[in-house]
């Protein structure tokens, strides 16, 4: 039996929109949200704190294994700067969020990320590391590149989202049952 609704990955640069495209998703589809911060965190799925990068050691196996079920049964707008780790057969969708470097720098600026770990976004963003991430781990048909620069591009995003679930839905109705 097939997943009666797809798994999406809002994936990017921290600062590039995925957890406002995640949350307004999840509204206006009654899909489920998963922050992967946040699972780490409450279920422990990492190895500690880095100082130097204040974020979490993410412990990928304890990471899969915790949510695997959940993933599978589908319906999962999943909230991540990765994308690499889950398997290509839980994923339906990957969005990777683009924004122009000027304002991506002082969206981190203001969330007072250290020099190095603000250094480290910016050239990720400028090299393109995580859509190609995406490229060399999924199929093409799969992965869509959206700009998210201003909150008129989160909206047409957001419509445009929409309408692939409902597509995907039309498309595998069949499958689910």
């Avoid at 707008?77 to 994308?83: F, L, Q, S, V, Y």
Wanted: net charge negative.
């Amino acid at each position: 039996m097939g997943r009666r609704r797809p798994n999406i990955i809002i994936t990017g640069t921290p600062g590039v929109g995925k957890t406002s495209h995640c949350e307004l998703l999840a509204q206006s589809t009654g899909m489920e949200p998963m922050s992967i911060n946040k699972i780490v965190k409450e279920r422990g799925c990492h190895d500690g704190w880095d100082n130097e990068f204040k974020s979490w050691m993410v412990d990928e196996d304890k990471l899969l294994d915790s949510i695997e079920d959940e993933v599978k049964a589908g319906g999962y707008i999943i909230d991540w700067h990765a994308c690499d780790l889950f398997p290509k057969s839980w994923i339906d969708l990957v969005v990777v969020l683009r924004t122009e470097s000027t304002q991506l720098y002082d969206r981190l600026k203001a969330r007072d990320y250290p020099e190095e770990k603000l250094q480290e976004n910016m050239d990720s963003e400028i090299m393109e590391v995580l859509l190609e991430e995406a490229r060399d781990s999924y199929d093409p048909e799969i992965v869509v590149e959206l700009q998210s620069n201003e909150s008129e591009d989160i909206e047409s995003n957001v419509e445009r989202i929409e309408t692939w679930i409902k597509n995907w839905e039309q498309n595998n109705a069949q499958d689910a049952s």
